[in-house]
Every structure is written in structure tokens, then in C-alpha cells.
């Protein structure tokens, strides 16, 4: 077992508190469309580089008629950074210890007129302390106002806390999900943010306010567009579409390098991939 100080604790109690009522949500969805489908949980324990116990995670993830594949994962997760990774880790260059906890999460869907959506928030501590995180929307087929709802609504969790984080964060998502060899971006953006360090209280309510707009505006969109009907040339879209999810997660992804580097669970880092894409 990991020893957790007042503020990892609480961060981690927010994200596990967080992924349960995500989960129950994406349940009930899946009900209302006449599937029982429910998440499976597996658990799973990291062993550090010296064979010390280094915290571990759940891993949770639905197959349902709504949902083709939606993983939530929640880790907490500690020990000694390698000292090449450490150099490319704020405040782990002279002292590679560091902690992490955090909630990701991934859903792709079986109807390609629902959008897939990526959201990840997570508190790491090495010498230093911060938050991260973000939400962004993926949607094979765009529609133009579930785009406008889903940035309106992170829009309005960042005024709460500070007026000019969603022009930062918001460009910083343009920028980081971004397919440089292709010149494309990975979907139609959301917020990107890290390295929010100095004011644990405010920070942490502004990732609470995250996690909480995130709950609030994805299930909405997918309600709205679950049953549309969908032809074979919105599923060959579709599954095109995930190609180039697969290659950011794979090539780009920060959380993907976070999780091989750190001796996460292989299943629970690569769950971001689709259950079927293509490539032409």
C-alpha cells in the first residue's frame, strides 16, 4: 500500500467517486436501449523497479449496444521514476520519486453519429505538485452544435475559476491533439491543461468542475444521437476515423508514454484503442 498524504488522498477519493457515477450513467444509457450490458472491473498491482509494491488501479470497461468499447480507468501509483524519464518530468531531475493518481477515460461508440470522447484528470507529485487534465470531443460525422454544447459547457467550467483559462486551454487542446504527420487534428478539440501547481484548493475545485462538465454535457450528446440511423458508408467512415485516433494514442499520447514508462497495466494504458478500425 501506497502512503498517501492529505492531498493525494483527496484526489484520489474524487476520481474513484467520479468514475463510479461516469459508470452508472453509461449503465443506465446502455438500459435505456435495451442492454444489460455492465462494466466489468479488474483490478491490478504495480511492482516498482526494485520490486516494491508501487500502488496500482482498476481498470473498467463496458461492451453494450451504446457503448462498442468505453474504458474508465482510475490508478494511484508510486515509486521511483527512471533517471532518463525523470529528466522530462518537472521536479524529478535531481529526485526521481513521484506519485500519480487519476481517472482516464475513452469511449467509442457503436453508432458513428455519436461522437467518441476522450477525458482524463489526474495530480501527480514529484518535488513539485499539479493538476491536469482535459475532455475533447472525437466525432467521426461533426455535427456543429453538439460541438458548440460541448465547448460551451467546458467554457463554463472554466469561467467559474478563471476567465482566461478556456482561451488557454482550449488552444492548448488545438495544439496537442493534433496529427502533425497527416496535418490534421484528432477530433473537434475541447480543453487541454497541466502543470497547475501552488493552490492545491483552487486547482483541485477547478478538476472537480472538469470532471463534473464532462458528466454533464457527454451523456447528453449521446442520448441525442444514439438511435440516428446509420448507413455502411457511416460505418466504413467511422471505422477510417479511429485510424487516426489510434495513431495520436499510439504515437502522441502523453498519458500512453506516462503509463509504459511508469510499469502501468498493458490492458489498462492501451484501452484508448478501438475494438475495429481501418486504414485504406
Known sequence: MLALDDQQQAARD???????????????????????AAFVYTPWDRTDADGEPGGGGVRGQLTGAVFEKVGVNVSTVGGQFSPEFAKSIPGAEDDPSFFATGISLVAHMANPHVPAVHMNTRFLTTTKRWFGGGADLNPAIPYQEDTEAFHARLRAACAAHDPTFYPRFSTWAEEYFWLPHRGVPRGVGGIFYDHLEGHFDAHFAFTREVGEAFLDIFPQLVRKRMNTPFTDADRERLLEFRGRYVEFNLLYDRGTLFGLKTGGNIDAILMSLPPLAKWK
Open 14 to 36: 474524487w476520481f474513484e467517486s467520479l468514475r463510479d457515477r461516469i459508470c452508472e450513467v453509461f449503465e443506465q444509457i446502455e438500459r435505456e436501449a435495451g442492454s444489460d
